[in-house]
Structures are given as C-alpha cells and as structure tokens.
C-alpha cells in the first residue's frame, strides 16, 4: 500500500473488537518504533506493551473511562526517558557496536551531554517528548499498513498509570496508543483543505 493510502486510511478509532494483534504484528509495530529518528538521535523513548486485561481495566479507570483501553487488543504505553545519563550511556554503546571510532563517539556524547546540561528540566521534558511524539508517529503508520486500527490517546492521569505499571520518576509517561481491529472502518478522513502557509 503507497504511504498516503495507508495515511488517509487511518483514523482514530474509539472501540475495537475482541480479535487480538498477534506477537509477530506487535514486534512489527516495536521495530517501527526502533527505527524511527530522533533529534541527535538521542531515542529517548521506551515502551511499555499492556496485553493483560485485568491490568487494562485497572488503566481504564485512569483514562477517563475512555472504551479504547478496555476493548483494545494492546496498548502501547511510550515513556520518555528523563535520565540523561542513562541516554547517552545507551546511545553511546549503540554508536560502538556499530564500530565508530571511539574517541569520535566520547567527543560526540560529551557534546550533547553539555548542551542538554544547559536545559531546565521542564525544558528537557518538552524537549525529549517531541522526539517520542515522532515515535507515535512510525508507530500509527505501522499499524495501519497491517490493518491494524489504531487511537493515540493524551487523557490519562499520569500518577495513576504510574502506580499500576510501577513506572519510575525519571520517566515520563507521554502517550498512549491503543491498537487492535475494528468491525467498521470510517473512509471519510475531514481535513483542512491545505497546511501550506507560504513557501520562500
């Protein structure tokens, strides 16, 4: 399927079926998510997979009662990580085992480490929440080009989601991503008829 097939095929869906995504189609969707950019390629992303029903209903009552986390097949819970430490240490050792040099690598982290430093923590929350916001992105288009259905969802109660899934402080909890099937599929995608402000 050409990519703004896929694009203009995907909507939000607000109640799924019981049919679940199989494991091969979840990794699928994760390995999207593997390879999607990100500012200095910092990834500062990671993903919790919430499969268990009874741990689904425990989240529904902090999602606003919103039927998508109870009738979904998964959802995809997207962490930012906040410990700059532990991002660049990772990011470090994913540029050695792809064998760059290592003095390169060293000047390069001790680079980003002093411009990030520079940031408040807000800022740096904003900052690397952009970056999993792409993430969702990949992760939206992979589920559609599988005829996966699929709802990014904001309302959550943080402090909730982070009790039931035992969520440490450092990470954030950015956004949710409901996914499975869905009887009806709505064609009719209502857009803006243009994004284009001007081009110099």
């Given amino acids: 399927m050409d990519v703004l097939d896929i694009i203009r095929h995907r909507y939000a869906a607000k109640e799924f ?3 679940k995504v199989d494991d091969n189609q979840i990794n699928y969707i994760l390995e999207s998510i593997r390879l999607a950019p990100s500012s200095y390629n910092l990834q500062p992303w990671s993903i919790i997979v919430v499969s268990d029903q009874k ?13 998508q986390i109870i009738t979904a097949s998964d959802i995809f819970v997207f962490l930012t990580d906040l410990n700059i430490d532990r ?25 980003l480490r002093a411009e990030l430093s520079t940031k408040s923590r807000e800022q740096l929350r904003s900052y690397l929440e952009h ?5 969702l992105g990949f992760a939206m288009l992979a589920a559609e080009s599988l005829g996966i259905a699929s709802c990014p969802m904001g309302g959550f109660e943080e402090r909730g989601y982070r009790a039931v899934l035992g969520i440490e ?9 409901a996914i499975g099937y869905v009887t009806d599929r709505r064609d009719k995608k209502i857009r803006k008829q243009r994004v284009l402000l001007r081009r110099v």
Avoid at 55 to 67: D, G, N, T, V
Avoid at 87 to 111: H, M, T, W
Avoid at 169 to 177: F, G, K, N, R, S
């Fill in 17 to 19: 079926n019981s049919e």
């Fill in 131 to 135: 970056q999993t916001y792409i993430a």
């Fill in 55 to 67: 741990i689904k209903e425990q989240l529904y009552e902090y999602s606003y009662r919103q039927r």
């Fill in 169 to 177: 402080e450092d990470y954030a909890i950015t956004v949710l991503l």
């Fill in 87 to 111: 991002i660049l240490n990772e990011l470090k050792a994913a540029r050695l085992d792809y064998g760059d040099n290592p003095n390169r690598v060293d000047q390069y982290i001790s680079k």
